[in-house]
């Protein structure tokens, strides 16, 4: 991921990821902004933009991202995968600075590494100004990401995920808590999770990796957009589940742990009398 960043703050990234990956993957790194509009975008069928457009048109969930504090500054994902020329990107990234008044910082040895430009210089042997390139070996790491604009903190996630991954923050919203607990290539998570709020950018499903070729009513048809045809993506989850379990020695626990409990629950807290009457007449058989 390379990030360039401008003198008031606002950022335009480069990664090999989908957009919405990279802006909920900064966000988690504590790197927050309003999502920039870019002119390079996934290709969507028309039939695809029309009943998402329908479903936008209905009465609007409350999400997290709602009750997020997020800076005003601009955040551009550009996906390095979308063109072969880098020509494109360049002008793009032109456009985007002229058009957002973005000034680019140049990156010295001073702003990128915090070194004095004398220590940088000698270390270096280069003069300060001069573009660096600072090589970083990386473990690579599988954990899932949640997109805080979709997420409705409805913790499906926390009950199902039995490997202590998810947990609260202080407002009682939903975080990534232990990310190298996750057990790697299971996106089990992702598939349960009613909004389609978690991502696993690195995953070869571009749902699950966080393509914006995704319905708003993803019920209709996941087996398809989960890349498992003959199975219900409910299905395909816990036999995920069941085999990451397994790997660590616990046994295999299937539909019975994790499926909508909480939304059970609320539903229990919210009767009131009218509730218990209704019940009551249902018992008559009428």
Known sequence: ??????????????????????????????????????????EIDSD???????????????RVIDSLNIPSRKIYC?????????????????????????????????????????????????APGQPVIIKEETKRRWYPVIDMSRCTNCMECIDFCLFGVYGVDHTETILVEQPDDC????????????????LFPQHKSPAIAGS??????????????????????????VRERDEQLMLVGRDAVGHDVGLERRQIERDDTKKDELDHLIEQLDEFDL
Not at 183 to 188: I, L, S, T, W
Not at 219 to 224: C, E, G, N, P, T
Request: aromatic share 4%; with cysteine; proline share 5%.
């Open 212 to 237: 914006a070729d995704v319905l708003e009513n993803l019920k209709i048809d996941l087996s398809k957009l989960f890349g498992a045809p003959e199975a219900d993506a409910v299905d395909v989850a």
């Open 78 to 126: 550009l996906d390095l995968r979308i063109h072969k020329e880098a020509g494109v990107y360049l002008q793009e990234i032109k456009r985007i600075s002229e058009e957002a008044k973005i000034t680019i910082i140049e990156p010295t040895l001073e702003n990128v590494t915090g070194k004095e430009p004398s220590d940088a210089q000698e270390s270096n042997g280069k």
């Open 1 to 42: 991921m390379l990030c360039l960043q401008g003198i008031e703050g606002d950022m335009i990234v480069l990664s090999w990821m989908y957009p919405r990956a990279a802006r909920w993957t900064l966000t988690r790194n504590k790197i927050q902004g309003q999502e920039g509009v870019t002119l390079l975008v996934e």
């Open 183 to 198: 057990r790697k290539g299971c996106p089990a998570c992702s598939r349960v999770c009613p909004e389609n709020a978690i």
């Open 48 to 62: 695809e933009d029309e009943e998402q457009e329908t479903e936008q048109n209905s009465e609007p969930m409350p």
